[in-house]
């Protein structure tokens, strides 16, 4: 008879921990979904930590294609492209002072620069003036 309570109680508590791990990873996996990184006042992980500072251009200064710090392209959480420009992550129809993400794709950005558009490549230092 002993034996038996202990067994059912090993058993109940078995089963409550199956419980509450299974509510435990559903609560998790609901968070994971609504995580949005936001890079503002954050360090740019382009940057060296070691070395020459960086000298940036301020948003509003943004005037020419001489004022665009082309930093690279990625995709975020969602799988989305970005570019990375001034140490900004920008979407397509992002703005940032006069400039203007066209279009991204994997090895290029077309941005507008004061009706002028621009393709910023992954290879190449600067912009080239599109068409």
Request: charged content about 25%; glycine content about 8%.
């Given at each position: 008879m002993?034996?038996?309570?202990k067994?059912r109680l090993?058993?109940?508590?078995?089963?409550?921990?199956?419980f509450?791990?299974?509510?435990?990873?559903?609560?998790?996996a609901?968070d994971?979904?609504k995580?949005i990184?936001?890079?503002?006042?954050?360090?740019?992980?382009?940057i060296?930590l070691?070395?020459?500072?960086?000298?940036?251009t301020?948003v509003?200064?943004?005037?020419?294609?001489?004022?665009?710090?082309?930093?690279?392209?990625a995709?975020?959480a969602?799988?989305?492209?970005?570019?990375?420009?001034?140490?900004?992550m920008l979407?397509?129809?992002?703005e940032?002072g006069?400039?203007?993400?066209?279009?991204?794709?994997?090895n290029?950005?077309?941005v507008l620069?004061?009706?002028?558009?621009?393709?910023?490549?992954?290879?190449?230092k600067?912009?080239?003036?599109?068409d």
């Amino acid at each position: 008879m002993i034996t038996q309570i202990k067994y059912r109680l090993h058993r109940l508590f078995l089963l409550g921990i199956a419980f509450l791990l299974t509510v435990a990873s559903f609560l998790y996996a609901q968070d994971i979904d609504k995580f949005i990184y936001d890079s503002h006042g954050k360090r740019d992980p382009f940057i060296p930590l070691v070395g020459l500072p960086h000298i940036r251009t301020a948003v509003s200064e943004i005037m020419s294609i001489d004022d665009v710090d082309f930093q690279g392209i990625a995709r975020d959480a969602r799988g989305r492209r970005i570019v990375i420009i001034n140490g900004e992550m920008l979407t397509k129809g992002s703005e940032l002072g006069a400039l203007k993400v066209l279009k991204i794709t994997d090895n290029e950005a077309i941005v507008l620069i004061r009706e002028k558009k621009y393709t910023l490549n992954l290879y190449e230092k600067g912009g080239e003036e599109s068409d």
